[in-house]
């Protein structure tokens, strides 16, 4: 049910927006249904379409919130907020990514051998989301382990991604703090 509350915080971050909001609507009530049908009837079909409409409005949402921080000339709160949240929406958008790939190839990824026992299907959304933000942080646990060739090509690019992420978001936000430093008047006491 956390996939629930994530999806009706990110439609709020995007409600300024009046077209995006109408969008990210449509996908929010979708994927709120696909996530209630996935917990109740946690089949592989339930779980592919739940995933894919996990994709759709996270990489919305976080395409949303990341043309706003482009846009921006300088650096407030907010737009810290943002960046770290476009941070976290891109470890849940490679996480229901990794679902897709697991939909289509059940043995695409490792799991620890009490990772998968007992719970079964349900355990794996959350183990997987795990990989996915350890990836993006380039921590690399190995606890859990692509196994085939798309699934290590799709952590290596995530890895690639989080890093260049982090390194050209904290430029830009500190080239813009210091280019409004420098623009104010300067204080003479």
């Known amino acids: 049910m956390i ?8 439609l709020r971050l995007v409600f300024p927006h009046r077209r995006a909001f ?5 996908f929010g009530l979708a994927s709120a ?27 919305f949402v976080g395409a949303v919130i990341l043309a706003d921080i482009a846009r921006t000339r300088t650096v407030t709160m907010d737009t810290i907020f943002g960046a770290a949240c ?10 229901s990514l990794y679902r897709l790939v697991l939909w289509a190839d059940p043995g695409a990824f490792r799991f620890p051998s009490f990772a998968t026992t007992g719970a079964g ?11 996915s933000l350890v990836t993006l942080a380039t921590v690399g646990y ?44 300067s204080a003479d006491v």
């Open 142 to 185: 190995g606890d859990v382990t692509p196994a085939s060739p798309l699934a290590r090509s799709l952590a290596a690019i995530e890895g690639m991604t989080g890093q260049l992420y982090v390194a050209i978001m904290i430029a830009r936000l500190v080239a813009l703090q210091v280019k409004h430093g420098t623009d104010r008047p």
């Open 33 to 59: 249904v696909s996530v209630v049908i996935a917990a109740v009837h946690p089949t592989p079909t339930a779980l592919g379409i739940e995933a894919l409409l996990a994709i759709a409005i996270l990489g």
């Open 121 to 131: 299907l349900e355990s794996v959304p959350g183990w997987i989301t795990y990989f």
């Open 22 to 26: 109408r969008v990210a609507i449509g």
């Open 3 to 10: 996939s629930l509350t994530i999806i009706f915080v990110a």
């Open 86 to 95: 476009v941070y976290l929406l891109l470890g849940l958008f490679w996480g």
